[in-house]
């Protein structure tokens, strides 16, 4: 292939290269096993992001046995619960899924229902693992489980081959850990090859050569039995990388894990959104219009954005050349206790002029990251930041036509703690890879349109045209 000096390649090059892909559409074969063997594939969502495949879904922001325990009883292909553990340190979030593991399991055997669990992270490989995954196995009693990483995002472009994670940027494939995602203060890596990105993060208690790996000559030459025997070789507890370039990859992959674990053996999986469409058996929707959402005729939109990647900043300032009111928000005035209160007082009252005016409005971030000397600082810093978007969310008084968040950790405190979301609906996808959710009626603007906005998906005019899109 035609790597350069970043080891990056030509998207449409490395692609046509590939092995064709199995032959055989496989979602009906996995459609009727479920209806045979129906089950509930619960998954943890470190932010809401992870929507970004699925329609006609619950999401949960509270993991009670009892609220648990009422959605499982009403046998949903897939429900999601939204832990927003991307934010927290990682003991916190360690507990955190130890609990839901926990609940999970007695509200199953309550409902009487088959659980299969996912840990839905990052497309581009930032979170608490391995910490989180080993809790959530404790939790649910299955320390002996195979661990499959999986981050596969076609919506996203996101692919793994040969071993090494992609992100498309342009018509480039470039090394996962040669992108901007790599230099997170928080949950930086250095490795692309998922199996040398497993010793890494886990300080080297799994070495890479003891990783490992279903190729996409397994997926495309060997197809679900290859898959299957592959599975079945592997030490319980011991963790797996899988290839992926397509949804008929991850189709092939799926059939094999279902006859697999038809005999009784068991699996988490540690993955990207496009997985959990395909296990769940959840049809394909085509994208949503602006009609789908029954906005009301009057008004404006609120844009919030928190997210500081490149992608976002990028979009940020497309936005901004358009017809909307902007305010930005001084992120050191928001870290700053003597200067916290004012700052949002004034970006509120701003806001809230624009809106009753009928304007669309965007808040932002200063664009400057504000980093801390190590994880731990930085995700209070990032804490602080957030909950200042909230406090300015909660003191804007007029209803927005729809709000959009933009940015994972946002749009999850945005929800949970500024509107008082306990459960909300997917409605499905406004463009690729950027979920529409419906706010329940419990919330402080019951039946809002609410569009998750992942900080690294799209174009740079991606999130301008949304906007256009959603104009009256």
């Given at each position: 292939?035609?790597?350069i000096n970043?080891g990056?390649l030509d ?6 290269a590939l092995?064709?892909e199995w032959p055989?559409?496989?979602q009906?074969?996995?459609d009727?096993?479920l209806?045979?063997?129906p ?7 470190d ?5 970004q ?7 949960l922001?509270e ?10 009883a009403?046998n ?9 553990s991307?934010?927290?340190p990682?003991?916190?979030?360690q ?10 399991t ?7 229902r ?6 839905r ?7 608490h ?5 080993a ?15 999986i ?18 940027q342009?018509?480039?494939l470039?090394p ?11 949950f ?8 040398e990105w ?12 003891a ?11 060997g197809?679900?039995e ?10 319980q507890?011991?963790?797996?990388i899988?290839n ?9 992959l ?9 005999t ?6 540690r993955?990207?959104a496009?997985?959990v469409?395909?296990?769940a ?6 994208l949503l219009q ?6 009301p ?6 844009v ?8 976002t900043t990028?979009q940020?300032e ?7 009111v902007?305010v930005?928000?001084d ?6 206790d003597?200067?916290q209160?004012a ?10 002029a624009?809106?009753?005016?009928g304007h669309?409005?965007v808040?932002s ?6 980093a801390g000397?190590?994880?731990t ?9 957030s ?9 804007i008084?007029?209803?927005p036509r ?5 940015g994972?950790?946002?749009s ?8 008082g979301?306990r ?11 950027v979920?529409v959710?419906k706010?329940?009626?419990e ?10 906005f992942?900080?690294?998906v799209?174009g740079?005019?991606t999130l ?8 009256p």
């Open positions: 292939m035609d790597a970043d990056s998207l449409a090059t490395c692609l046509a092995p064709p055989i559409d496989l009906p074969v996995i009727d096993h209806i045979r063997h089950q509930t594939v619960v998954v943890l969502d932010d809401p992001t992870g929507t495949t699925v329609a006609g879904i619950p999401v922001t993991w009670s046995v009892e609220a648990l325990a009422n959605e499982l009403n949903w292909p897939a429900i999601y619960i939204l832990t927003n991307r934010s927290m990682l003991a916190q979030a507990a955190l899924n130890s609990t839901i593991g926990h609940n999970l007695i509200a199953a055997a309550q409902a009487k088959a659980i299969s669990v996912v840990s992270s990052d497309s581009t490989l930032r979170g693992f391995p910490g989180e995954v809790a959530l196995a404790q939790g649910l009693g299955e320390t002996n489980a195979t661990w499959l990483i981050p596969f995002f076609l919506e996203g472009g996101r692919y793994t081959i040969d071993d090494i994670h992609y992100v498309a342009g018509q480039r470039v996962a850990g040669a992108t901007a995602f790599a230099r997170d203060p928080a930086g890596y250095r490795a692309s090859n998922l199996r497993v010793a890494e993060k886990s300080g080297g208690s799994h070495s890479a050569n990783v490992g790996s279903i190729s996409l000559d397994d997926l495309r030459q197809g679900p290859r898959v299957a025997s592959l599975l079945l070789a592997l030490t507890g011991s963790i797996c899988v992926a370039a397509s949804y008929r990859d991850i189709q092939v799926v059939t094999g894990l279902l006859m697999v674990e038809a009784g053996r068991r699996y988490l999986y993955t990207a496009s997985f469409r395909v296990r058996g959840i049809v394909a929707h085509p602006p009609q789908d959402l029954h906005l005729l009057t008004g404006g939109g609120l919030i954005v928190g997210s500081y990647v490149p992608t990028a940020l497309h936005l901004l050349a358009a017809n909307i902007s930005e928000v992120v050191a005035a928001l870290a700053n003597a200067r209160a700052s949002i007082e004034q970006v509120a009252q701003q806001a809230d624009a809106l009753q005016e669309d409005v808040i971030t200063s664009r400057q990251l504000m000397p190590d994880a600082t930085s995700l209070a810093i990032g804490r602080r930041v909950d200042g978007l909230c406090a300015i969310l909660a003191a008084t007029t209803r729809y709000l959009i968040a933009k994972g950790i946002t999850s405190d945005l929800a949970t703690i500024g509107l979301v459960r909300a609906l997917v409605l499905g996808q406004i463009v690729a890879g979920p959710w706010l329940g009626p919330c402080r603007y019951p039946d809002l349109i609410y569009i998750v992942p900080g690294n799209g740079p005019g301008a045209d949304v906007v256009a899109m959603l104009r």
